[in-house]
């Protein structure tokens, strides 16, 4: 993109490539650095050159890190990725040198994000611009088992913005970019619109990985809690002063371990340990639009979950 590009479709913006020129000196899943994440380390048209990137959409900033120049930003609605899918995007941006951004400062498409650099690490490579990008509202940032820093929810790049007026100098064997003008047009205006926004009657499958922070007693309950997903506090789960739609059935459950792998898991969920994955689509049965939270029913057992771990099929 140029500065001050700006691209909307039916009301929502193109998560658009933030870089005039893109060369990616390093990719997905590389050695080192980028072992077991989804990220791009990109270049300008000239190396050395500490070139300005812009908002691939209007954002707001979320965390700063200073010594590594490093931003996390979230789309301050939700936004068109280059798969077709309609959701928040939530991106980190490293390396800026002249990083100046704040916390909840908003910045809108098209405006200048940073400059890359090479602030952070002394066996930095050259000047670039790290990128990482989550479909989803999840801000979780972890440590994966190669001590690499990554989202839930990643995507390749690829798979996250189009290129409209972005010059692809070099990279390498990627070639599946998308512009704008290939995105698809429904020419059924009855068929139904799969586009994020949840409704009542819309099929939605959860979209993460969680941890079962609580069991419930007995055990012939068979449900668990968890505060990322209902908004319950802790205590108010261990206290039983939760109310009965808190509590989510196991059932549908998959034990796995904090990465979505399932290889040694006993299917016995604990307490403050499991990580559990659920790959079923469910039916919404109403929304509470002042908490964004959808009414799931799970194995007979009326649920409220946040929209936001939500994804529509």
């Given at each position: 993109?140029?500065?001050?590009q700006t691209?909307?479709k039916?009301?929502?913006e193109?998560?658009l490539?933030p870089?005039?020129?893109m060369?990616?000196?390093?990719?997905?899943n590389g050695?080192y650095?980028h072992?077991g994440i989804?990220?791009?380390d990109v270049?300008g048209?000239v190396?050395g050159?500490?070139y300005?990137y812009?908002?691939?959409?209007t954002?707001k900033c979320i965390?700063?890190?200073s010594?590594?120049?490093q931003?996390?930003?979230q789309?301050v609605n939700?936004?068109?990725f280059?798969?077709g899918?309609i959701?928040?995007a939530t991106?980190?941006?490293?390396h800026?040198?002249?990083m100046d951004?704040?916390?909840?400062?908003?910045?809108?498409?098209?405006?200048?994000?940073g400059?890359?650099?090479?602030?952070?690490?002394?066996?930095m490579t050259?000047?670039?611009?790290?990128?990482?990008?989550?479909?989803?509202?999840?801000?979780?940032?972890?440590?994966?088992e190669?001590?690499?820093y990554k989202?839930n929810?990643?995507?390749?790049?690829?798979?996250c913005?189009f290129v409209?007026n972005?010059?692809?100098v070099?990279a390498?064997?990627i070639?599946?970019?998308k512009k704008?003008?290939k995105?698809?047009?429904d020419e059924?205006?009855h068929k139904?619109v799969?586009d994020?926004?949840?409704?009542?009657g819309?099929?939605?499958k959860?979209?993460?990985?969680?941890?079962?922070?609580?069991?419930?007693?007995?055990?012939?309950?068979?449900?668990?809690?968890?505060?990322k997903?209902?908004?319950?506090?802790?205590?108010?789960?261990?206290?039983?002063r939760?109310?009965e739609?808190?509590w989510?059935p196991?059932?549908?459950?998959?034990e796995?371990?904090?990465?979505?792998n399932?290889?040694?898991?006993?299917?016995?969920?604990?307490?403050?340990?499991?990580y559990?994955?659920?790959k079923?689509?469910y039916?919404?049965?109403?929304?509470?639009?002042?908490t964004?939270?959808?009414?799931l029913?799970i194995?007979?057992h009326?649920?409220?979950?946040?929209?936001k771990?939500?994804?529509?099929?």
């Amino acid at each position: 993109m140029f500065k001050g590009q700006t691209s909307k479709k039916d009301g929502i913006e193109n998560f658009l490539c933030p870089f005039t020129d893109m060369y990616i000196s390093q990719g997905s899943n590389g050695a080192y650095s980028h072992k077991g994440i989804l990220a791009h380390d990109v270049r300008g048209k000239v190396g050395g050159v500490r070139y300005p990137y812009y908002a691939p959409c209007t954002c707001k900033c979320i965390w700063t890190y200073s010594p590594t120049g490093q931003v996390m930003w979230q789309s301050v609605n939700k936004v068109r990725f280059a798969n077709g899918r309609i959701d928040y995007a939530t991106f980190m941006t490293a390396h800026d040198d002249t990083m100046d951004a704040k916390v909840g400062m908003i910045v809108p498409q098209g405006v200048q994000l940073g400059n890359m650099g090479m602030k952070g690490f002394s066996n930095m490579t050259g000047v670039h611009c790290h990128i990482q990008i989550s479909q989803s509202a999840d801000t979780t940032w972890y440590k994966n088992e190669y001590d690499n820093y990554k989202f839930n929810n990643e995507y390749e790049p690829e798979d996250c913005y189009f290129v409209d007026n972005t010059n692809i100098v070099y990279a390498g064997n990627i070639t599946n970019w998308k512009k704008t003008d290939k995105i698809s047009v429904d020419e059924n205006p009855h068929k139904e619109v799969v586009d994020q926004i949840l409704h009542v009657g819309s099929k939605v499958k959860f979209d993460g990985i969680f941890k079962v922070d609580i069991i419930r007693l007995p055990l012939s309950k068979n449900h668990f809690g968890n505060t990322k997903l209902t908004g319950v506090s802790f205590d108010e789960y261990k206290h039983g002063r939760c109310q009965e739609y808190h509590w989510i059935p196991l059932d549908d459950w998959t034990e796995v371990d904090e990465y979505g792998n399932s290889q040694e898991q006993d299917q016995i969920a604990v307490g403050g340990t499991s990580y559990v994955l659920n790959k079923n689509i469910y039916t919404v049965e109403a929304i509470h639009m002042p908490t964004d939270s959808a009414k799931l029913c799970i194995n007979g057992h009326d649920v409220w979950i946040y929209c936001k771990y939500l994804y529509e099929v």
